[in-house]
């Protein structure tokens, strides 16, 4: 048996120039410039390894085509592969792909840490881990510093980040419930203190016109920690409506609601924050709202391909663009008798 040697890698072009692979990799991508500076001495000793070494590039670098390669970096700040994170995330990332592979672009998904306190970042070392594709699409809610960072080192990327339709949104739940005559209102929150949970919470706020410090109306935990009991006393003490954050928190609290002989919406209204995470989760049809993160993951990159592709450039950075949510009534709620 004959084994032919190995190919030569960049990791071996950037050890015989004394550099590191991302200096390689922007010299042999043609991509010196104004954002990264490498020296006419240190761009020969590249040449000069990549001679002596017979390097072959990748054939996904023999697509550039006007110093791009056609990728597009997916970031998420927060963790995406576990459970809850991951249903959110689904419909964006379903978007992405759809615009990406319309336009055929490939998605790099960059995930990892690699930090003590495993906090994701975009820099690390004083590198853009980002700079290995095109631009960027950031999702979650992330370190304003290093936000400013790439946009002063005008790297081509679009945050979806705050969620202030979930805002107004929220409001317009508890507001639809105060106007079917409820005023006695539990809202049952997340045991997380995440952006959107505040966001969320202050839209509620903001429709019932509870000043924050008036908690008492306010429980929060894990759907397990729920109890039949904790239900019971709700609805025994004149609770006419409960507004859950999240479906998990909302079939639960319907669940005790039940073992404790009571109907909705007979004898209780239900909403619920937000269309499910999960869309295999079979879940009653409650008043609630839909978060349209299918078209933001679509309009998202949208908005990034008219940056990269020059059709954008003639606007006023940064662009900004906000999809509304869209309110369902459902049939879980009742209007109070006068």
Partial sequence: ????????????????????????????????GDRVRVSKATQERVW???????????????????????IVAVFTFEPIFPIDSRNFYY???????????????????????GNADGKRRIYQDG?????????AVLLGHGDPHEINRLLRDQYPFVYVGRRDSTKSASAEVA????????????????????????????GVRQALGRASG?????????????????????LDGGVTALIAEDESLGLRVMQCATEAGRRCPHDYSMA????????????????TFSIP???????????????????????TFPLRKTLACTFIPGSTTRRLTE
């Fill in 1 to 32: 048996m004959t084994l032919n040697p190995p190919r030569p890698r960049i990791s071996d072009v950037a050890r015989l120039a004394g550099v590191s692979e991302t200096t390689v990799s922007v010299v042999l991508n043609n991509a010196v």
């Fill in 48 to 70: 000069e390894a990549v001679r002596q070494l017979g390097y072959v590039a990748n054939p996904v670098a023999q697509r550039l085509a006007g110093g791009q390669n056609k």
């Fill in 91 to 113: 419909p964006f990332l379903i978007g992405l792909e759809e615009e990406a592979d319309r336009d055929g672009y490939d998605l790099l998904l960059v995930t990892g840490s």
């Fill in 127 to 135: 590198v853009n881990r980002l700079q290995r594709a095109d631009g």
């Fill in 175 to 202: 507001g639809e419930l105060l106007a079917l005559g409820h005023q006695n209102i539990v809202y049952v929150r997340s045991a997380r203190t995440t952006e959107a949970s505040l966001d969320r919470e202050r």
């Fill in 214 to 234: 008036d908690d008492g109306w306010v429980w929060q935990g894990t759907p397990d920690s729920l109890t039949v009991e904790g239900v019971r006393a709700w």
């Fill in 272 to 287: 619920v924050l937000g269309n499910p995470l999960n869309p295999l989760t079979d879940v009653p049809d409650w008043m």
């Fill in 293 to 315: 993160r299918r078209e933001m993951g679509r309009d998202a990159f949208a908005m990034l391909r008219g940056w990269l592709t020059g059709d954008a450039k003639t606007l």
